[in-house]
């Protein structure tokens, strides 16, 4: 998620406002001005009321991409419920979340301003049977070492007579 801001840049234009980047949310904000290269904290700065945050639609026969406003500070959880506006491919239902991805890492919860893409499916596609996993032997198991016998094998029973 890119959010583009025009301030004045304490470097090139510092009466003039210009392009900026913004780079972090927060206390203490961080911007990157688009015209010099100067990445700096900006005091002062009012974080945006409703913040732009992609949604990649899983769908099994036609995913699709929307964007969604969310208030700053909403915090949004993985396998959260989550609306989305009616659209040319959309009808409004209810989608789950299903990753949540700042920058390059995906995470189980974050705040909708660190937000770059939130990935969901609709509802009525998942599948909410869980699978149960075999339990699987240790490859290093007694009886799948070649030429270690068996504690069975590994002594002959004699009778005593």
């Known amino acids: 998620m890119t959010q583009h801001i025009n ?5 090139c234009s510092p009466e003039e406002k210009v392009s900026h980047e913004l780079i972090k949310f927060g206390i203490s904000p961080m911007v990157h001005c688009l015209n010099c290269g100067l990445v700096y904290t900006a005091s002062g700065l009012k974080t945006p009321d409703k913040i732009s945050v992609r949604v990649y639609v899983n769908r099994i026969e036609r995913p ?11 915090l949004l ?3 959260e419920e989550i ?13 789950i979340i299903t990753s949540l991805q700042v920058g390059v890492r995906r995470v189980p919860s974050a705040l909708a301003e660190e937000l770059d893409t939130i990935w969901a499916r609709p509802l ?14 240790h490859p290093a198991a007694l ?4 030429g270690v016998p068996t504690p069975s094998e590994a002594f002959d029973i004699v009778q005593e007579t």
Request: aromatic content about 8%.
């Open 7 to 11: 301030i004045e840049c304490p470097s």
């Open 124 to 137: 009525d596609e998942i599948a909410f049977a869980k699978r149960r996993k075999g339990r699987q032997k």
């Open 143 to 146: 009886e799948n070492m070649i």
């Open 83 to 95: 609306v989305l506006d009616s659209g040319r491919n959309s009808d409004g239902n209810q989608y």
């Open 64 to 74: 699709f991409t929307r964007w969604v406003k969310l208030n700053a500070g909403e």
């Open 77 to 79: 959880h993985k396998d």
